[in-house]
Antibody, heavy 122, light 105 residues
Framework: EVQLLESGGGLVQPGGSLRLSCAAS????????MSWVRQAPGKGLEWVSA????????YYADSVKGRFTISRDNSKNTLYLQMNSLRAEDTAVYYC???????????????WGQGTMVTVSS | EIVLTQSPATLSLSPGERATLSCRAS??????LAWYQQKPGQAPRLLIY???NRATGIPARFSGSGSGTDFTLTISSLEPEDFAVYYC???????FGQGTRLEIK
């Protein structure tokens, strides 16, 4: 079964850091670019970041550029999101997502994790 | 940056009725548009990819159409489980529309 399982969320103070992980199983992880998508409470979906299958190319939304770093360890089938300089507006459920195609920069995400909540508050 | 605008924000219909949801792009996205359904407390579910292709396991009552800047998601006859929020998404910068809430009338 194809599955994504996020972890690492929690409560953090403004200005703090957190690292999210997403463990993948049931597919050839290294063949797929992967993304993080977040959803603030009661709000819509916001794409955050993506990384190519090899890890050589990364992409960020303007709202997180310079503060968040996406990475992956294909030997561990795991995706990461290092979040620094966190702000209240980063409070959201963070999902990792797999595209349905191995085409470069493909957007249609057919597999999503269950999400992990990040709360930035003092 | 490409912006997706969904309309209406809220659609109130009854089971058995036909639902038509719109997504308009600020510039052409070719056919690279996806539609998702999200229910409360759940992750989004992919319904349609590349504007008109149903994802695996999606019922035939869901259909997508359009290309360029104007896209439509149609649900031919609403089932009780179809009442949810629907989002469109494009490939260029992965952005989502703001969503359409489909509620029971």
């Amino acid at each position: 079964e194809v599955q994504l399982l996020e972890s690492g969320g929690g409560l953090v103070q403004p200005g703090g850091s957190l690292r999210l992980s997403c463990a993948a199983s049931g597919f050839t992880f290294s063949s797929y670019a992967m993304s993080w998508v977040r959803q603030a409470p009661g709000k819509g979906l916001e794409w955050v970041s993506a990384i190519s299958g090899s890890g050589g190319s990364t992409y960020y939304a303007d709202s997180v550029k310079g503060r968040f770093t996406i990475s992956r360890d294909n030997s561990k089938n795991t995706l990461y999101l290092q979040m620094n300089s966190l702000r209240a507006e980063d409070t959201a459920v963070y999902y990792c997502a797999k595209p349905r195609s191995i085409q470069p920069h493909y957007h249609a995400f057919d597999i999503w994790g269950q999400g992990t909540m990040v709360t930035v508050s003092s | 940056e490409i912006v997706l605008t969904q309309s209406p924000a809220t659609l109130s219909l009854s089971p058995g009725e036909r639902a038509t949801l719109s997504c308009r792009a600020s510039q052409s996205v070719s056919s690279y548009l996806a539609w998702y359904q999200q229910k409360p407390g759940q992750a989004p579910r992919l319904l349609i990819y590349d504007a008109s292709n149903r994802a695996t396991g999606i019922p035939a009552r869901f259909s997508g159409s359009g290309s360029g800047t104007d896209f439509t998601l149609t649900i031919s006859s609403l089932e009780p489980e179809d009442f949810a929020v629907y989002y469109c998404q494009q490939r260029s910068n992965f952005t989502f529309g703001q969503g359409t809430r489909l509620e029971i009338k």
